[in-house]
């Protein structure tokens, strides 16, 4: 008898299974950008918060900024502290000399220093030489309640410091010359200086035409006047 066909016989390969697929979890939403600081005032308000947690801007900010004046060593003089001559000059002495006293006619020796906000625009300690563009501390010459710029044009000299004019200091304020009668030497003394008594409608330097400044003054010889 012959043998059955062979598509009767069991089949020899596996059954395939098929699995439901599930699907697949939707991913996570990114992340939020950092936050960004839109503008500079931004960033000067995150600094302040930073400082502020940290206890360091109580500390500077309880405080007032100090003047220009202050933090360059210079005295702040309150207005009601300084004294009037009857030219209506106001002034207040800082240091109270010992040695002898400028009167009228004295020839004195000074170095001045004239400020405008805050800034030293003419100064005496700034000599300058004409001969090796050097500068020096020459002290200024002149004659108490003489006529301003009178001393100014003498001949020159010829020093160990060189050729220089024999008032190599920059032009000093009409001021000066009024305001340094009655100061002993070693005395300190600030002035208010008027525009009519200072550098009026011309200026000087970066002191502008019509402006007051101030005007320091320190008295270093005084040679009496002779009697003629």
């Given at each position: 008898m012959p043998p059955p066909p062979p598509s009767m016989a069991p089949s020899a390969l596996p059954s395939r299974t098929f699995h439901r697929r599930h699907p697949l979890p939707s991913p996570a939403p990114p992340p939020p950008p950092p936050s960004t600081v839109p503008c500079c005032v931004s960033r000067r308000r995150a600094a302040a918060q930073l400082l502020l947690s940290a206890g360091l801007l109580t500390a500077v900010s309880s405080s007032s900024p100090p003047a220009l004046a202050a933090r360059r060593g210079r005295r702040t003089i309150a207005p009601e502290d300084y004294a009037s001559t009857p030219?209506?000059?106001k002034?207040?002495?800082l240091i109270e000399g010992k040695g002898p006293t400028a009167e009228k006619g004295s020839t004195v020796q000074v170095h001045f220093d004239c400020i405008y906000?805050?800034?030293t625009v003419v100064s005496s300690r700034e000599a300058k030489l004409l001969a090796g563009n050097r500068s020096i501390a020459q002290p200024y010459v002149?004659?108490?309640g003489s006529l301003p710029g009178k001393e100014r044009k003498r001949d020159f000299a010829d020093t160990a410091n060189g050729l220089?004019?024999?008032?190599a200091s920059p032009k000093p304020p009409r001021a000066m010359y009024m305001i340094t009668e009655g100061m002993k030497v070693g005395g300190k003394r600030?002035?208010?200086v008027p525009p009519d008594l200072g550098y009026g409608k011309k200026g000087q330097g970066e002191i502008p035409a019509d402006a007051s400044f101030e005007l320091d003054i320190e008295l270093l010889e005084v040679i009496p006047p002779t009697d003629s």
């Open positions: 030219d209506g000059l002034y207040y002495d906000r805050s800034i002149f004659t108490v220089f004019s024999a008032q600030r002035v208010i």
